[in-house]
Every structure is written in structure tokens, then in C-alpha cells.
């Protein structure tokens, strides 16, 4: 499942305040585009990308 997120930085900034880590954050070399995976409590895959 993935999400758009259209403020990156408000989002990272939130997830970190709520403890929840990021492991890796990708960036595409032709867009600049970032997105980052993180998994729910079940152990799923969640998207967000810009």
C-alpha cells in the first residue's frame, strides 16, 4: 500500500516525533522525488513518496 504525501519534510518530522523510524530514504536521480518505507505493527510494507 502507498500514500502521496505532499509536504516530505512536515511528514518525516512528524513520523519522528511520533518515534516511528525511518530506515532508508529514497531519492529518484531523474525527479528528486523521495519515498520511504515503513512497516505497520502487523509487519506490512507502507509507501509514502513525494
Known amino acids: 500500500m502507498g ?3 505532499d ?3 512536515a ?3 512528524r513520523l519522528n ?3 516511528i523510524t525511518v530506515p532508508q530514504i529514497w531519492t529518484d536521480a ?3 522525488k523521495r519515498n ?3 512497516t505497520d505493527p502487523d509487519g506490512n ?3 509514502f513518496y513525494e
Do not use: A, N, R, W
Open 3 to 5: 500514500f502521496k504525501v
Open 7 to 9: 509536504d516530505m519534510d
Open 11 to 13: 511528514y518525516l518530522k
Open 17 to 19: 516525533e511520533l518515534k
Open 30 to 32: 531523474t525527479t528528486g
Open 36 to 38: 520511504f518505507l515503513i
Open 45 to 47: 510494507l507502507i509507501q
